[in-house]
T-cell receptor, first 114, second 110 residues
Framework: ETGVTQSPTHLIKTRGQQVTLRCSSQSGHNTVSWYQQALGQGPQFIFQYYREEENGRGNFPPRFSGLQFPNYSSELNVNALELDDSALYLC?????????????FGPGTRLTVL | ELKVEQNPLFLSMQEGKNYTIYCNYSTTSDRLYWYRQDPGKSLESLFVLLSNGAVKQEGRLMASLDTKARLSTLHITAAVHDLSATYFCAVDIGLDQFYFGTGTSLTVIP
C-alpha cells in the first residue's frame, strides 16, 4: 500500500459524456501527477499539479483537465469522452516537485467508454 | 520526439535462469526509474537511479544506469515464478514529466 487512493475503481461511460476521477495523495505529498495507461502500453503522462496549479502537461488535448485542492487531493476531468479514452488512469503523488523525491502510485481507475 | 524503448517486449524464461532487460532512451537524463506491474494492478516502485553509473540491487533484481549510453538495464538472477510481471522503465526529462517505456512482460516458467 502506497497511501495513495483513487475512486472509483471502475467506471463505464458512453461517448460524449463527461467523467471525473478522484485521487487522494499520500500524507505530506503536495504534488500529484496523472497518467493514462491504455491496455498493453506504458503509462503516458497527462499533467502534474503542485500547490493547486498545473505545472507540467503531456500531449493531451484540453478536454483533459484537472484540479488540486488545498488538502492536496486531486481530480481528473475528461469531457466529450471518446472510445480511445478507455484506459487505466493512475495518479501518483510525491513531496515537492523534485523528481529526486520518489512518487507513489495509486491503484488506478479503469475507465471504459462504450 | 522522446522515445523510451525496452527490449525484449516479451520474455519467457525458466526458473533458475538469468536474463537482462534493456531500456534505451533518446534524450539526456540522469534520472531513471524501474517499476513492476502485476495484471490489473498499479505500479510498484523497484529502483530509483539518480546518477551515471548508479547500481542498485534488491533480492534477485539489479538495476544499473549509463547516462552516456542512455541505457539502463534490469538484471534478473536465478528467476523464480514470483517475478512474473510487467516491468517498466521511466525517464525523468527534468520538466516534471516522466516518460515510460513500452514495458517488458516477463513470464517465469517452473
Amino acid at each position: 500500500e502506497t497511501g495513495v487512493t483513487q475512486s472509483p475503481t471502475h467506471l463505464i461511460k458512453t461517448r460524449g459524456q463527461q467523467v471525473t476521477l478522484r485521487c487522494s495523495s499520500q500524507s505530506g505529498h503536495n504534488t500529484v501527477s496523472w497518467y493514462q495507461q491504455a491496455l498493453g502500453q506504458g503509462p503516458q503522462f497527462i499533467f502534474q499539479y503542485y500547490r493547486e496549479e498545473e505545472n507540467g502537461r503531456g500531449n493531451f488535448p484540453p478536454r483533459f483537465s484537472g484540479l488540486q485542492f488545498p488538502n492536496y487531493s486531486s481530480e481528473l476531468n475528461v469531457n466529450a469522452l471518446e472510445l480511445d479514452d478507455s484506459a487505466l488512469y493512475l495518479c501518483a503523488s510525491r513531496r515537492g516537485t523534485s523528481s529526486y523525491n520518489e512518487q507513489f502510485f495509486g491503484p488506478g481507475t479503469r475507465l471504459t467508454v462504450l | 520526439e522522446l522515445k523510451v524503448e525496452q527490449n525484449p517486449l516479451f520474455l519467457s524464461m525458466q526458473e533458475g535462469k538469468n536474463y537482462t532487460i534493456y531500456c534505451n532512451y533518446s534524450t539526456t537524463s540522469d534520472r531513471l526509474y524501474w517499476y513492476r506491474q502485476d495484471p490489473g494492478k498499479s505500479l510498484e516502485s523497484l529502483f530509483v537511479l539518480l546518477s551515471n553509473g548508479a547500481v542498485k540491487q534488491e533480492g534477485r533484481l539489479m538495476a544499473s544506469l549509463d547516462t552516456k549510453a542512455r541505457l539502463s538495464t534490469l538484471h534478473i538472477t536465478a528467476a523464480v515464478h514470483d517475478l512474473s510481471a510487467t516491468y517498466f522503465c521511466a525517464v525523468d526529462i527534468g520538466l516534471d514529466q516522466f516518460y515510460f517505456g513500452t514495458g517488458t512482460s516477463l513470464t517465469v516458467i517452473p
